[in-house]
């Protein structure tokens, strides 16, 4: 019971950080798009993004699925076939953003806000505008592009509920209550299956 336990454990911390980062490529933009932080004083101000690249990890989620099947089988085998095919789904579809990145479009898309935000810094260190006309342009970039600032927070906060259920899965593996892990294991697949609804309808808009 006791090595069962600590291997839970493992799959708690995996799960922390491989869920999250497959959220986060579902509700910002297709995988392998890079994410520039256009001036250190966006952090202060709680609107820029950390310069990443969002990446879809095959090993990752080879090892991701095998855990969350082997809990599935333990606590919940009913809901086994489920987590298959949510899992093939989201490789799916995370199989047709990928080859959507290389897309022309996409790549030109990318390339322009890379030259506006190089643009902007360079004419706030010459002095030529401020910080908060920087903060202005690249904004309104966003809102064109990006989507206006509502559904930015909205996505923000679908994240912010995405870590808290991460956060109550890792409670009910350590306490090892086989309801609380049920419980845990069910709102994660609802999870994930709401997560493949959203980037498929996300898909369907870029092949339009």
């Known amino acids: 019971m006791k090595m069962w336990k600590q291997g839970m454990m493992t799959t708690a911390l995996v799960m922390g950080l491989a869920m999250p980062g497959v959220a986060l490529a579902q509700d910002v933009s297709a995988t392998g798009a890079q994410v520039i932080k256009p001036t250190h004083s966006h952090d202060e101000h709680g609107d820029g993004e950390k310069h990443m690249k969002v990446r879809h990890s095959s090993n990752r989620g080879v090892h991701q699925k095998m855990y969350m099947l082997l809990l599935a089988e333990k606590y919940a085998p009913d809901s086994v076939g489920k987590w298959q095919a949510a899992f093939k789904e989201r490789d799916r579809l995370m199989g047709e953003f990928e080859a959507l990145s290389d897309d022309p479009k996409w790549q030109a898309k990318r390339e322009e806000r890379k030259q506006l935000i190089n643009k902007l810094n360079e004419q706030v260190k010459k002095g030529e505008i401020t910080n908060e006309q920087m903060e202005k342009q690249f904004k309104e970039w966003k809102d064109k592009n990006m989507g206006p600032k509502e559904e930015r927070d909205a996505r923000k906060a679908r994240i912010e509920q995405m870590k808290k259920t991460h956060e109550a899965f890792d409670s009910a593996i350590e306490s090892g209550d086989t309801a609380k892990i049920?419980?845990?294991?069910?709102?994660?697949?609802?999870?994930?299956?709401?997560?493949?609804?959203?980037?498929?309808?996300?898909?369907?808009?870029?092949?339009?």
């Open 182 to 208: 049920k419980e845990s294991l069910q709102q994660m697949l609802e999870q994930m299956q709401a997560n493949n609804s959203r980037m498929a309808e996300k898909l369907a808009m870029k092949k339009k």
